[in-house]
């Protein structure tokens, strides 16, 4: 089993007595989709998701999806992380969907999250950011002016821009290696126009499951 596919087994260890479960978005994701299918455990669920792309690969698969729309608070939220620095604080968005997967992670009684042990790095760190279209020039100039590297997300499906599942742009922010990503995600939120960032301190997860090539390391949150 490739590392993706020994992190599905493994989260599954946190579904006991779970009802409503909370997915993510990304390639680890869809291998745990598929891994529940394959046990027969995906049809157990009532599922909530931060995407289309996962209600999709959810429901084709015959699993019940429940609109996010509902405000269901899922027993479980499992997902995967693209960065975890100084095996702390976790930052998410690659795949454009940090805002819906911050709040089902604010919402659920049990977040864990999964990911390999090359992700686990320190700085240079991207920092994803979801920005309202209307202000994306004067967000480029403050963060510019303050000395940032920032740039706008492009598509790789289509000319322009990456629009999320909400409407909104993505731009990425490299992060300066003397700062503490949880107070620079405090400041960045108090920039009229940045809806969210990728930035997910310890308050919004409770378990990591980091998969190294001979061994399984587990975070908890102190």
Not at 37 to 54: A, P, Q
Not at 87 to 102: N, S, T, Y
Not at 108 to 134: D, M
């Amino acid at each position: 089993m490739d590392l993706k596919e020994i992190l599905a087994v493994e989260a599954q260890s946190y579904l006991d007595n779970v009802d409503t479960l909370g997915l993510g978005t990304g390639k680890t994701v869809r291998t745990l989709i598929k891994h529940l299918h394959k046990e027969g455990l995906l049809t157990k669920f009532n599922v909530v998701c931060s995407s289309i792309d996962t209600e999709l690969a959810v429901s084709q698969l015959g699993g019940k999806v429940l609109s996010i729309q509902n405000g269901i608070v899922p027993d479980v939220y499992l997902d995967s992380f693209d960065t975890l620095v100084r095996r702390r604080i976790l930052v998410k968005g690659g795949g454009g969907a940090l805002l819906r997967e911050k709040l089902l992670a604010a919402h659920s009684k049990t977040r864990v999250y999964l990911g390999e042990g090359w992700k686990l790095r320190e700085f240079p760190v991207s920092v994803p950011l979801e920005v309202v279209p209307a202000t994306l020039h004067y967000i480029y100039s403050q963060l510019k002016r303050e000395g940032y590297t920032v740039s706008l997300r492009e598509s790789t499906g289509k000319a322009g821009p990456v629009v999320t599942d909400n409407g909104n742009l993505l731009m990425d922010l490299e992060a300066r290696e003397s700062e503490d990503l949880c107070q620079l995600e405090s400041r960045l939120r108090g920039i009229v126009g940045i809806v969210e960032t990728g930035i997910f301190c310890p308050n919004l997860y409770d378990h990591i499951v980091i998969a190294h090539d001979s061994s399984i390391e587990r975070i908890e949150r102190v």
